[in-house]
């Protein structure tokens, strides 16, 4: 039996692509959003685990030099169930907005949620990072001076410094998980190879991350934990 004292902290951070191509995995995962925290909750009781308090925060990037503000849009952290009204709300207002077919915004955002406020509470920490992406991204460095002043301070300038962040975030680095359903080859790839602590789901670049389906997304998540 766990100890009464002991807590167990779980942030998750959803980045989501939020372009036109990706309308089935935004669908899932609004869908999602309506039994996210008691489907967790029964799937990780499933595994033995229990999480003493779960936060969650939702990322929606498009393509900033072409949306501009729109570009990028983040929640706060939700805490759950306390907030899941809210987080419910927040998924349901993602809008889909822009082209198919070329590289959008996703490595600032994995930047804007590699810096979350991430709670450094509890004897035990779990800070994961969900990123689905659907082409290949821009270079950090082409469009960090342009991200939304709300965002801009946390936005690392390069890929290195991005690299460099993931490896020495707060939480030590056995506490953090990244998630990628990308497709293979280019950025995501490279990353997947030379970070550690990151599982890739390879996609074919174009088809919406076709496939995908709720129950994987639960799995991976509850397999991270």
């Not at 309506?34 to 999480?51: A, C, D, I």
């Not at 030590?172 to 293979?184: C, E, H, Q, S, T």
């Not at 074919?204 to 934990?225: D, H, K, M, Q």
């Amino acid at each position: 039996m766990m100890d009464l004292q002991f807590k167990y902290v779980v942030d998750v951070v959803l980045v989501i692509d939020a372009t036109n191509s990706m309308s089935g995995v935004i669908d899932m995962v609004k869908a999602s959003a309506l039994r996210f925290h008691s489907k967790l909750t029964l799937l990780l009781g499933q595994q033995g685990k229990t999480v003493s308090e779960m936060r969650v925060r939702c990322v929606a990037y498009r393509d900033i030099p072409d949306n501009g503000e729109r570009g990028l849009e983040a929640s706060s952290f939700f805490t759950m169930p306390r907030d899941e009204q809210q987080f419910r709300a927040w998924i349901s207002g993602i809008e889909l907005i822009g082209n198919t077919t070329f590289p959008e915004s996703g490595l600032t955002a994995l930047s804007l949620a590699v810096h979350s406020d991430w709670s450094m509470s509890g004897n035990k920490r779990r800070h994961v990072v969900v990123l689905w992406a659907d082409n290949d991204p821009h270079p950090i460095e082409s469009e960090w001076h342009l991200v939304p002043p709300q965002s801009a301070r946390v936005i690392d300038p390069s890929y290195d410094a991005l690299t460099d962040s993931w490896h020495a975030g707060r939480e030590p680095l056995d506490g953090r998980r990244l998630i990628l359903f990308a497709p293979g080859g280019g950025r995501w790839d490279s990353i997947a190879s030379h970070w550690d602590n990151v599982v890739h789901y390879p996609s074919v670049a174009g088809t919406g991350l076709s496939g995908t389906t709720e129950e994987e997304l639960f799995s991976v998540i509850v397999n991270s934990i």
